[in-house]
């Protein structure tokens, strides 16, 4: 049987570790999943469009934002705020849905203090430092000071591994990708303590 209720898959790892490009091709293997765009106000990178990669704002908008209590979720990284909006999610949840964040260590922690029981969460790293440096100046879309950045954030979000429940070293791509597909295809049946203590009500007969 479908799991009927929704259920969140946190993907976080260092930026250049590959978390796009295995959400992008497990896409076809994974079943129908709501992936949340996040806002930012970090500015869009060559090729990103607004709405599909994510909402860019300025700051004082994503203030405004927080302000409104909109947000699940928000962090500073690498200097610009990103944060993940409430309502569709709380739809796609509603729905029935697997719904994807690709967020930061900070943003898993705080979403998991709020929505714990729905969460599973897969950190995803490089095999090395190194070719953590090697893969994001070859990627060429950051300044130096840009990447810079990037990897001085990735020195102290390795610590956090802790604290998920699957890790993935994206060393062997296709690997990878199987270990990915296997991890959301758990996450889509766990489930919340309200949806199984409904789930026992239907089971036995009786209605809400
Ligand atoms: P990038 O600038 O490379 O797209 O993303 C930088 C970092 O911000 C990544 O680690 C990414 O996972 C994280 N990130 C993206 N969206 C969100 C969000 O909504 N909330 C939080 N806390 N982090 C996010």
Redesign the pocket.
Known sequence: MENAFGSILII?GP?GAG?SSLIEAAKDSIGDFYFSI?T?T?PPRKGERNGVDYYFVDKETFEEEIRAGEFL???Q??GNY???SLKPVRKALEEGKLVIF???V??HAIARERMGDLITSVFVTTPTLKELKRRLESRGTDDEETVQKRIQNAMVEIEYITAYDFLIINDDFEKALDSFIAVAKAARLKKGRKQALRFVNEWRGKSE
Do not use: L
Request: proline share 0%; hydrophobic share 15%.
């Open positions: 976080s930026s978390k996040s930012t970090r979720e928000y962090a990284v690498h990103y944060g993940t690709d967020i930061d900070q943003g």
